[in-house]
Protein backbone atom coordinates (compact mmCIF):
# COMPACT_ATOMS: atom_id res chain seq x y z
CA UNK A 1 0.00 0.00 0.00
CA UNK A 2 2.76 2.91 0.68
CA UNK A 3 4.24 1.31 -2.25
CA UNK A 4 1.22 2.69 -4.38
CA UNK A 5 1.53 5.89 -2.84
CA UNK A 6 5.04 6.19 -3.01
CA UNK A 7 4.63 5.92 -7.13
CA UNK A 8 1.29 8.21 -7.17
CA UNK A 9 3.72 10.62 -5.20
CA UNK A 10 6.70 9.86 -7.76
CA UNK A 11 4.16 10.90 -10.99
CA UNK A 12 2.96 13.75 -8.87
CA UNK A 13 6.01 15.07 -8.68
CA UNK A 14 7.23 14.22 -12.69
CA UNK A 15 3.92 16.49 -14.05
CA UNK A 16 4.44 19.24 -11.69
CA UNK A 17 8.43 19.44 -12.69
CA UNK A 18 7.16 18.98 -16.34
CA UNK A 19 4.42 21.51 -15.89
CA UNK A 20 7.66 24.12 -14.97
CA UNK A 21 10.18 23.23 -17.39
CA UNK A 22 12.04 21.67 -14.64
CA UNK A 23 14.37 18.35 -14.11
CA UNK A 24 12.07 16.19 -11.49
CA UNK A 25 13.59 17.04 -8.27
CA UNK A 26 14.89 14.31 -5.87
CA UNK A 27 12.17 12.49 -2.93
CA UNK A 28 13.20 12.41 1.00
CA UNK A 29 10.91 10.35 2.46
CA UNK A 30 10.44 11.97 5.77
CA UNK A 31 10.05 9.11 8.16
CA UNK A 32 9.91 10.95 11.49
CA UNK A 33 7.67 8.93 13.98
CA UNK A 34 7.39 6.43 11.73
CA UNK A 35 8.26 2.73 12.66
CA UNK A 36 11.43 1.14 10.99
CA UNK A 37 8.14 -1.01 9.31
CA UNK A 38 7.54 1.79 7.20
CA UNK A 39 10.28 2.56 6.05
CA UNK A 40 11.56 -0.78 5.20
CA UNK A 41 8.37 -1.06 3.24
CA UNK A 42 9.03 1.85 0.91
CA UNK A 43 12.42 0.97 1.01
CA UNK A 44 11.32 -2.35 -0.59
CA UNK A 45 9.31 -0.78 -3.37
CA UNK A 46 12.56 1.53 -4.64
CA UNK A 47 12.78 4.89 -2.12
CA UNK A 48 16.27 5.12 -1.21
CA UNK A 49 16.68 8.70 0.75
CA UNK A 50 14.69 8.83 3.95
CA UNK A 51 14.82 12.32 6.26
CA UNK A 52 14.70 12.21 9.98
CA UNK A 53 14.43 14.78 13.20
CA UNK A 54 15.04 13.54 16.16
CA UNK A 55 19.09 11.88 16.66
CA UNK A 56 18.39 9.71 18.64
CA UNK A 57 14.95 7.89 17.00
CA UNK A 58 16.97 7.84 13.86
CA UNK A 59 19.87 6.24 15.34
CA UNK A 60 17.26 3.25 16.30
CA UNK A 61 16.15 2.89 12.56
CA UNK A 62 19.22 3.54 11.26
CA UNK A 63 20.46 0.50 13.01
CA UNK A 64 17.80 -1.66 12.37
CA UNK A 65 17.73 -1.13 8.70
CA UNK A 66 21.21 -1.72 8.44
CA UNK A 67 21.13 -3.82 5.64
CA UNK A 68 19.13 -1.86 3.33
CA UNK A 69 21.74 0.50 1.97
CA UNK A 70 19.91 4.02 2.56
CA UNK A 71 20.59 7.03 2.78
CA UNK A 72 19.93 9.26 5.94
CA UNK A 73 19.08 12.59 6.40
CA UNK A 74 19.03 14.95 8.99
CA UNK A 75 16.12 17.38 8.97
CA UNK A 76 15.63 18.18 12.22
CA UNK A 77 17.53 20.93 14.34
CA UNK A 78 20.69 19.49 15.59
CA UNK A 79 22.06 20.67 19.00
CA UNK A 80 25.59 20.63 19.44
CA UNK A 81 25.89 18.01 21.90
CA UNK A 82 24.50 15.62 19.49
CA UNK A 83 26.96 16.63 16.09
CA UNK A 84 29.33 13.56 16.80
CA UNK A 85 26.47 10.89 17.02
CA UNK A 86 25.11 12.57 13.75
CA UNK A 87 28.46 12.77 12.39
CA UNK A 88 28.55 9.27 12.53
CA UNK A 89 24.75 8.33 11.76
CA UNK A 90 24.02 10.50 8.87
CA UNK A 91 24.65 10.76 4.74
CA UNK A 92 23.19 13.96 4.91
CA UNK A 93 22.91 16.90 7.44
CA UNK A 94 20.29 19.78 6.06
CA UNK A 95 20.26 21.52 8.95
CA UNK A 96 23.47 23.41 9.96
CA UNK A 97 22.63 27.36 10.65
CA UNK A 98 25.90 28.09 13.13
CA UNK A 99 29.76 28.01 12.71
CA UNK A 100 30.09 25.82 16.15
CA UNK A 101 28.34 22.83 14.02
CA UNK A 102 30.74 22.74 10.95
CA UNK A 103 34.02 22.33 13.05
CA UNK A 104 32.02 19.69 15.51
CA UNK A 105 30.68 17.56 12.35
CA UNK A 106 33.77 17.65 11.01
CA UNK A 107 35.72 16.83 13.47
CA UNK A 108 33.95 13.58 14.63
CA UNK A 109 32.89 12.31 11.04
CA UNK A 110 34.86 9.10 11.28
CA UNK A 111 37.71 8.75 8.49
CA UNK A 112 36.24 5.60 6.65
CA UNK A 113 32.89 7.72 5.88
CA UNK A 114 32.73 9.34 2.72
CA UNK A 115 32.34 13.21 3.33
CA UNK A 116 29.02 14.09 5.56
CA UNK A 117 26.20 16.16 2.97
CA UNK A 118 25.92 19.16 4.37
CA UNK A 119 22.53 21.93 3.41
CA UNK A 120 22.67 25.27 5.08
CA UNK A 121 19.22 26.08 6.44
CA UNK A 122 18.23 29.71 5.89
CA UNK A 123 15.25 31.35 8.14
CA UNK A 124 13.51 32.63 4.83
CA UNK A 125 10.91 34.51 6.18
CA UNK A 126 12.59 35.58 9.28
CA UNK A 127 10.24 33.52 12.02
CA UNK A 128 11.33 33.51 15.58
CA UNK A 129 9.71 29.94 15.82
CA UNK A 130 12.33 28.92 13.19
CA UNK A 131 16.27 27.93 13.02
CA UNK A 132 17.91 28.68 10.44
CA UNK A 133 20.50 31.64 9.55
CA UNK A 134 19.77 34.42 8.06
CA UNK A 135 20.02 35.00 4.36
CA UNK A 136 23.28 37.05 5.05
CA UNK A 137 25.13 34.49 6.74
CA UNK A 138 24.97 31.83 4.06
CA UNK A 139 28.20 32.70 1.76
CA UNK A 140 30.05 32.89 5.29
CA UNK A 141 28.41 29.65 7.03
CA UNK A 142 29.26 28.06 3.34
CA UNK A 143 32.94 29.23 3.03
CA UNK A 144 33.67 27.61 6.09
CA UNK A 145 31.88 24.16 5.09
CA UNK A 146 33.44 24.31 1.81
CA UNK A 147 36.90 24.54 3.38
CA UNK A 148 36.26 21.52 5.82
CA UNK A 149 37.20 18.45 3.91
CA UNK A 150 35.28 16.06 5.98
CA UNK A 151 32.52 17.57 4.64
CA UNK A 152 31.00 18.20 1.11
CA UNK A 153 28.92 21.53 1.08
CA UNK A 154 25.28 20.33 -1.44
CA UNK A 155 23.46 23.76 -1.15
CA UNK A 156 20.77 25.40 0.80
CA UNK A 157 17.22 24.07 2.71
CA UNK A 158 14.46 26.05 4.05
CA UNK A 159 11.29 25.85 5.44
CA UNK A 160 9.06 28.74 4.50
CA UNK A 161 6.66 29.68 6.36
CA UNK A 162 3.11 28.71 5.41
CA UNK A 163 1.92 31.78 4.80
CA UNK A 164 -1.90 31.76 3.39
CA UNK A 165 -1.39 34.00 0.37
CA UNK A 166 0.46 32.02 -2.09
CA UNK A 167 2.07 34.77 -4.14
CA UNK A 168 3.94 35.38 -0.52
CA UNK A 169 4.84 31.83 -0.24
CA UNK A 170 6.45 32.54 -4.30
CA UNK A 171 8.55 35.50 -3.31
CA UNK A 172 9.88 33.05 -0.16
CA UNK A 173 10.94 29.88 -3.01
CA UNK A 174 12.23 32.68 -5.36
CA UNK A 175 14.67 34.15 -2.61
CA UNK A 176 15.78 30.77 -1.91
CA UNK A 177 16.27 30.04 -5.35
CA UNK A 178 18.25 33.88 -6.30
CA UNK A 179 20.55 32.66 -2.78
CA UNK A 180 21.11 29.41 -4.30
CA UNK A 181 22.45 30.30 -7.33
CA UNK A 182 24.56 32.72 -5.65
CA UNK A 183 25.79 30.25 -3.83
CA UNK A 184 26.11 27.70 -7.20
CA UNK A 185 28.40 30.43 -8.76
CA UNK A 186 30.68 30.66 -5.64
CA UNK A 187 31.13 26.99 -4.98
CA UNK A 188 30.90 23.71 -7.92
CA UNK A 189 29.72 21.21 -5.52
CA UNK A 190 26.54 23.33 -4.99
CA UNK A 191 23.48 21.28 -6.45
CA UNK A 192 20.85 21.00 -4.04
CA UNK A 193 18.19 23.27 -2.63
CA UNK A 194 15.91 21.35 -0.50
CA UNK A 195 12.26 22.41 -0.01
CA UNK A 196 9.06 21.68 -0.46
CA UNK A 197 6.57 19.41 1.89
CA UNK A 198 3.26 17.39 1.49
CA UNK A 199 1.43 20.89 1.12
CA UNK A 200 3.63 23.23 -0.51
CA UNK A 201 5.63 20.90 -2.83
CA UNK A 202 4.26 21.64 -6.62
CA UNK A 203 4.51 25.16 -5.90
CA UNK A 204 8.41 24.58 -4.12
CA UNK A 205 9.39 22.34 -7.83
CA UNK A 206 7.90 25.59 -9.97
CA UNK A 207 10.52 27.61 -7.78
CA UNK A 208 13.56 25.73 -8.09
CA UNK A 209 13.54 23.04 -5.44
CA UNK A 210 16.07 20.00 -6.35
CA UNK A 211 15.02 18.25 -3.66
CA UNK A 212 11.07 18.17 -1.94
CA UNK A 213 10.85 16.79 1.93
CA UNK A 214 7.58 14.89 1.77
CA UNK A 215 6.23 12.56 5.42
CA UNK A 216 2.26 12.93 5.45
CA UNK A 217 2.00 12.56 1.57
CA UNK A 218 3.58 9.14 1.92
CA UNK A 219 3.07 7.68 5.14
CA UNK A 220 -0.20 8.99 5.97
CA UNK A 221 -0.85 11.14 9.25
CA UNK A 222 2.30 10.75 11.83
CA UNK A 223 1.72 9.41 15.18
CA UNK A 224 2.28 12.15 17.69
CA UNK A 225 6.12 12.40 19.50
CA UNK A 226 6.41 10.21 22.88
CA UNK A 227 6.93 12.37 25.47
C1 LIG B 1 8.22 16.88 9.16
C2 LIG B 1 9.03 17.61 8.15
C3 LIG B 1 8.78 17.52 6.78
C4 LIG B 1 7.63 16.71 6.19
O1 LIG B 1 6.42 17.34 6.44
P1 LIG B 1 5.04 16.79 5.81
O2 LIG B 1 4.13 17.95 5.91
O3 LIG B 1 4.63 15.64 6.64
O4 LIG B 1 5.32 16.40 4.40
C5 LIG B 1 9.63 18.17 5.91
N1 LIG B 1 10.67 18.91 6.36
C6 LIG B 1 10.92 19.05 7.65
C7 LIG B 1 12.07 19.87 8.08
C8 LIG B 1 10.11 18.42 8.60
O5 LIG B 1 10.38 18.58 9.90
Given at each position: MLADTLSETLQHLENAAKAAH????ALLAVSKLQPASAVAELA??????????YVQEAQAK???LAGMDLEWHLIGHLQSNKAELAAHLFDWVQTVDRHKLIGALSRYRPADHAPLNVLVQVNIDDEASK?????????GLADAIAAEPR??????MAIPA???DTARRIAAFRRMQALQGALAARHASVDTLSMGMSEDYPLAVAHGATMVRI???????????PA
Amino acid sequence: MLADTLSETLQHLENAAKAAHRPTPALLAVSKLQPASAVAELARAGQRAFGENYVQEAQAKIGELAGMDLEWHLIGHLQSNKAELAAHLFDWVQTVDRHKLIGALSRYRPADHAPLNVLVQVNIDDEASKHGCAPDEVAGLADAIAAEPRLRLRGLMAIPAPHPDTARRIAAFRRMQALQGALAARHASVDTLSMGMSEDYPLAVAHGATMVRIGTALFGARPSRPA
